[in-house]
């Protein structure tokens, strides 16, 4: 890897939550080194209101997020992707699109909040928990070192990042 700015795009079903997150966090911890984007396969009207809230409520940078197609970031006169991070097990990885500049892809699963059951305390606390294994993940990505890295090396430690386990311990 160079010194350049490297583009990251965070991808997930709906664009609604956990790729805006991604989309955020990456932004303020990355910053000058990458800039992250985020897009899904069948983005929702908008963004979820929990997860404006959520970025808020952190002092994430939230103006200007906005759901994003994928298929915008296949497109010839897109930004050029260094990194794919898929966050959500129901993006079809078969039917990605073909991404120029031949990124590397990596599969971070995160239960996504917005699916999340019940009401109240208990559906913000699916948002509060998402956030925060994002902010694990990508504060360990944004801290790898890149330029000593050959692309099996790095791929090899992005996918173990995927493996990270952040549930509270016994």
Known sequence: MTDKTLNVLFLCRSNSTLSIFGEAILNRLGRRRFHAFSAGSDPAPEIDAET????????????????????????PDAPVMDFVIVLSADVPGSKQPDWPGNPMI???HIEDPANAQGEGLQYRAAFVKALKELESRISIFVNLPLESLDRFKLQQRLNAIGKQDNRPGP
């Open 106 to 108: 990596t599969h971070w």
């Open 52 to 75: 404006l809230v959520q970025l808020e409520r952190n002092n994430y940078a939230h103006l200007g997020l906005h759901v994003n197609d994928w298929r915008d970031y296949a497109q």
